[in-house]
Structure formats: structure tokens, C-alpha cells
């Protein structure tokens, strides 16, 4: 059974950098059949995409965020991670990872982490 | 790249069939077969219904359907049930290589 689950600070201060981990259980990040992304939805709100990778480096990102994103993975631990630069209150969502088919849609999801910008 | 179009709220009694629209350009819906349709229910994660415009993932009740025309995009549920209410997203690859989201509607079962 596939599980992916969202870990890292549930706060973090204005004009810093929030940094997520996702740890993927079931299945292995090597795959070559899957991709894994990052998706975030502001409380209230709709869902965003973030980006999109392969284990192997090719990555995938949103315009309006690629200047300040930076994924990687680790295969050796089974994770991939976010790192979103400069976050400002209207960052502070809550961000789910996510097992996808190419980048076309994801299949399985974490169950998402509550991240809050503050001031 | 814009968000794709969908109504903010649609509503049916049980039993009864909705449909839900998602409009988008040329740059995605148009020219890809790659639309998907997420069931989101409050407080939870996204689930996927519909992928590829019309197809379903094991497990997901073939009362969910999709379909495809021109720039629109559309997920039907047919025999409404009250565990459909729910926000729904569409999903759409781009020209880009990027993927955009709809706005969400939320389904109101009467």
C-alpha cells in the first residue's frame, strides 16, 4: 500500500525558507513508472501545482514559482523535498505531495501539512 | 498561466445527475487528452476520479464520468449520492509542460 506523508516546520518566519520532506512508503522513488510533485492549497482556496519531478533530475515547475523552488530527492532514504524560498504570507498553505503519472495527474496523495508564514 | 474555469458551486438532489464544467484555451484543455478531475472532501487530501478526460481509476464509481470539447472539459455524476458533496478540481497538461488547476466547484447534494 502506497503512502506518502508530508514532514517539516508548521511555522516559519516571513522572508525565510520553508523546507518540506516527503517519505514515500509502498513504493520505491526509483520507480520508473512514477513522477512526485508538490501541490498546495491556501486555506479557503483551490489548488496550486508547485513542480513536478523524476528521481532521475528532470523537474517540472509552476512559472510563477520556479525562481524560488528548489527540489531534490533521495533515494537512499525514499524522500523528496521542497524548499521555497522568500515565503511571504501568502505562502502559508497547506502543501501536499504526491505520486504522479508523468505530470500529467497524480495518483496518490500525503495527507498535506499545515505550513503558516509569520510575520 | 491562468487557472482553468469552473463554476463555483453546483448543486442536485439525490438521484439526479450534474455535470461540472472546466474551460480552458488551446494551450491545454484543447490540445491535450490530459484532464483530470480530484474529489476533495473538507479537510482531507485530494482523491483522482477522472484522468486522461474519460478514464476512471480502479475503485472509483463508474457513476463519475468525463468528456472533452474544444476548449471545455466536463465531469459528470450521474445518481447522485450524498457522499459526492464535495469540492471538485479540474487539472489540465499545458503547451508549457506545466499542469494547471481549476478554481474548484463545490457540489452541494440537496
Known amino acids: 500500500q502506497l503512502q506518502l506523508q508530508e514532514s517539516g516546520p508548521g511555522l516559519v518566519k516571513a522572508s525565510e525558507t520553508l523546507s518540506l520532506i516527503c517519505t514515500v512508503s509502498?513504493?520505491?522513488?526509483?520507480?520508473?513508472?512514477?513522477?512526485w510533485g508538490w501541490i498546495r492549497q491556501p486555506p479557503g482556496k483551490g489548488l496550486e501545482w508547485i513542480d513536478t519531478?523524476?528521481?532521475?533530475?528532470?523537474?517540472y515547475y509552476n512559472p510563477s514559482l520556479k525562481s524560488r523552488v528548489t527540489v531534490s530527492v533521495d533515494t537512499s532514504k525514499n524522500q523528496f523535498s521542497l524548499k521555497l524560498s522568500s515565503v511571504t504570507a501568502a505562502d502559508t498553505a497547506v502543501y501536499y505531495c504526491a505520486r504522479g503519472n508523468y505530470i500529467t495527474r497524480f495518483d496518490y496523495w500525503g495527507q498535506g501539512t499545515l505550513v503558516t508564514v509569520s510575520s | 498561466q491562468s487557472a482553468l474555469t469552473q463554476p463555483a458551486s453546483v448543486s442536485g438532489s439525490p438521484g439526479q445527475s450534474i455535470t461540472i464544467s472546466c474551460t480552458g484555451t488551446s494551450s491545454d484543455v484543447h490540445n491535450y487528452k490530459y484532464v483530470s478531475w480530484y474529489q476533495q472532501h473538507p479537510g482531507k487530501a485530494p482523491k483522482l476520479m477522472i484522468y486522461d478526460v474519460t478514464n476512471r481509476p480502479s475503485g472509483v464509481s463508474s457513476r463519475f464520468s468525463g468528456s472533452k470539447s474544444g476548449n471545455s472539459a466536463s465531469l459528470t455524476i450521474s445518481g447522485l449520492q450524498a457522499e459526492d458533496e464535495a469540492d471538485y478540481y479540474c487539472?489540465?497538461?499545458?503547451?508549457?509542460?506545466?499542469?494547471?488547476f481549476g478554481g474548484g466547484t463545490k457540489l452541494t447534494v440537496l
Open positions: 519531478l523524476y528521481y532521475r533530475g528532470s523537474t
Open positions: 509502498g513504493d520505491s522513488i526509483s520507480s520508473t513508472s512514477y513522477y
Open positions: 487539472c489540465s497538461y499545458t503547451s508549457s509542460s506545466t499542469l494547471v
